[in-house]
C-alpha cells in the first residue's frame, strides 16, 4: 500500500510537458513521484493523498549573437529576439479526491535571462538588450479523472484552467514594459484538455499523454499561441533496497530506483498580436529526455536531461540547446 501511494503520488505533481519551445516554459505539473518525469501518467493518487512538489526547469537557448541581430535589423527584419535561458521554478500540490479523480495546482516563479532583439535604423540594423524578466507566472489548475481500469492498464481524462494571476507589469532594463510574450503572465485564461494511459508489466510500465492548451487573448491585446503537446515514457523499477535503521521503532527505509526514457514534444501556433499573427513565433519540438528517480518513505527526487531531435521553429528563432528538469517531492 505505502509502495502504491509513493509511486501514485510521484506521478501527479509533474504533469509537463509536455515540452516547451524557446520562449516558453512546459505547461506541467502533476504528482513528482515514480513513473515519468515529463510525461503525465494516466495514475491518480489513492483516496486522501496529499502531496507537495517543487520542480525546476531550466532551457538553455543556441542564441543569435550581437551580429546575428544587427544583420536581421540591417535587412529589415526587426523584432527578432534572443534570450539566452529561461527558468522555470514551480511550487505544486496535488489531493486524492477519490481513487480515480486527483486535483493538482501549481504556480510558477519564470525568469528570462538576457533578452535581445533587432531592430533597423535607417539602413543599419542594431542589437537593443532589454535585460532579464522575472516574476511569478500564472496558477494552473489540473484534474486528472481515470475512467477505464483493467488489470494494470489505466485510462484517464485532463482537464484544467489555467488563471491570468502572473506577473504582466514587468520592465525592461530601459524602463520600458516587456512585451506579453515575455511577461512572467500572459493576463489571459487558457483551457486544457487531453488524455493519457499507463500500462504496467512487473516494473517496467509505459505511459503515453497528449494534452491541448487553448489559449485567449491576454495583456497588450496578445494572445500566446496554442499549443498541443505529445508524449510518451518507458520507465523501470529498479530491485529495492531495505536499509535498516538505528532505532528499532523507526521504519526500514526502503529506496526505490526508477528509470526513464522519454520522448516529449509540442506544436505550438503563432503568436496574435491585435489579432495579426506574429511571423517569427510558433513551430514544433520533439525532445528525447533519459531520467531518474529516488524516493523512500513519502519523500523524493528527480532530474531529466532533454535533448532536441527535431527543431522546426516558423520565421527567425533560437533553437533550444537543451533542457534540464529537477525536483523534489513529499508525500503525506
Known sequence: ??????????????????CAYSDHPSVAFGLESAGPINTIAANPAPLGTLAFGLRTEVINNDRFSTEQLVQFGATGQE???????ISSTSLSVAYGLSNDLTLSARLPYIER???????????EGEAHSHGDSSGFGDALLLANYRFYQADDLDVSLLFGIKAPSGET???????????????????????????AISQSY??????????YNQTTEGSQHT????????????TYRLQTHDHASHSHIDKPLELKWDLSLEANGISRRENRLHGQLEDNSGGSTLFISP???????????FISFSLPVIQRQKGQ????????????????
Do not use: C
Open 1 to 18: 500500500m505505502n509502495f502504491k501511494i509513493t509511486t501514485n503520488a510521484f506521478l501527479i505533481l509533474s504533469i509537463i510537458s509536455t
Open 79 to 85: 523584432g527578432i529576439h534572443s534570450v539566452d535561458r
Open 113 to 123: 535571462k538576457n533578452i535581445r532583439e533587432s531592430e533597423a535604423h535607417g539602413e
Open 169 to 195: 507589469q514587468v520592465k525592461d532594463s530601459n524602463g520600458e514594459r516587456f512585451e506579453t510574450e515575455f511577461q512572467p503572465g500572459t493576463g489571459a485564461w487558457d483551457y486544457l484538455l487531453g488524455a
Open 202 to 211: 512487473g516494473p517496467l510500465a509505459y505511459h503515453a499523454n497528449i494534452l
Open 223 to 234: 494572445e500566446i499561441g496554442s499549443s498541443l503537446s505529445y508524449n510518451a515514457a518507458v
Open 291 to 301: 531520467g531518474i528517480k529516488v524516493s523512500a518513505n513519502g519523500f523524493g527526487g
Open 317 to 332: 528563432q533560437t533553437d533550444i540547446d537543451n533542457r534540464i528538469v529537477a525536483g523534489i517531492s513529499i508525500t503525506l
